[in-house]
């Protein structure tokens, strides 16, 4: 039971474009959403957050969109760069189990100079 | 200002032997997770302790597996007999006390277990 899917395991991209990061959930319990990255041979990183209150968040080049009523969230990064390499996981929590994080299944962004 | 510290990075154990993972969390936090990454998925949660209890282990094998966090020193997550299955990336995090919803979990590298 998959509650957090990223249906697009991997990701190309030119350097200085968009990169584009779905995300879908299922379970409407589902307030706090967040992004991590991830380099290989090292742990996720924290990189963005939302809550359900609202439906965007920004932090310089990041910018992560929050869609309740499709249950869908994304992650833009503008410009990338091919420091951005890397995989991207989504995660949510619930109100009612905020301690407990549920992963999609990663995307692999590759940006390409 | 270290972050989530994890020992040992790389663990070989043989089919039956017990492994023992070691997760020190960000000075002040005390709240502990343990996830389980197979290759090629996400993460899955596996346990929630803080100091001396543990309070959600929803995510753990109900055999094998067992986790603590005691009042002094790190973590520990113990598999018991391991099996090939429990090949895995093991990663550990932490959040602040406050326990507040909004909280972010911070992750230590993770430690990779080989069954062989």
């Known amino acids: 039971d998959q509650q957090v899917k990223q249906n697009s395991p991997s990701l190309s991209v030119q350097e200085g474009r968009i990169s584009i990061l779905n995300c879908d959930y299922t379970?409407?319990?589902?307030?706090?959403f967040l992004w991590y990255k991830k380099y290989p041979a090292e742990g996720p990183t924290f990189l963005i957050s939302?809550?359900?209150?609202?439906d965007k968040n920004e932090d310089g080049r990041f910018t992560v969109f929050l869609n309740k009523s499709a249950k869908h969230l994304s992650l833009h990064i503008v410009p990338s760069q091919p420091g951005d390499s890397a995989v991207y996981f989504c995660?949510?929590?619930?109100?009612?189990?905020?301690?407990?994080?549920?992963f999609g299944s990663g995307t692999k962004l590759n940006v390409k100079p | 200002n270290a972050g989530v510290m994890q020992n040992p990075r790389h663990l070989v154990r043989r089919r039956g032997q017990e492994a023992r993972l070691r997760c020190s969390p960000v000075?002040?936090?005390?709240?502990v997770y343990w996830y389980r990454q197979l290759p090629e998925e996400g993460l899955k949660f596996m346990v929630y302790?803080?100091?001396?209890?543990?309070?959600?282990e929803s995510g753990m094998p109900k055999e094998r597996f067992s986790a603590e966090f005691p009042k002094e020193g790190p973590s520990i997550l113990r598999i018991q007999q391991v099996v090939r299955g429990d090949s895995a990336a093991y990663f550990c995090?932490?959040?602040?006390?406050?326990?507040?919803?909004?909280?972010?979990?911070?992750f230590g590298p993770g430690t990779r277990l080989t069954v062989l």
């Open positions: 995090a932490s959040s602040p006390s406050s326990g507040a919803s909004t909280d972010t979990q911070y």
């Open positions: 379970n409407s319990m589902f307030d706090y």
């Open positions: 939302i809550s359900s209150i609202k």
């Open positions: 995660a949510a929590s619930a109100r009612n189990n905020f301690n407990k994080f549920y």
């Open positions: 000075k002040g936090h005390s709240h």
């Open positions: 302790l803080q100091k001396e209890n543990i309070i959600d």
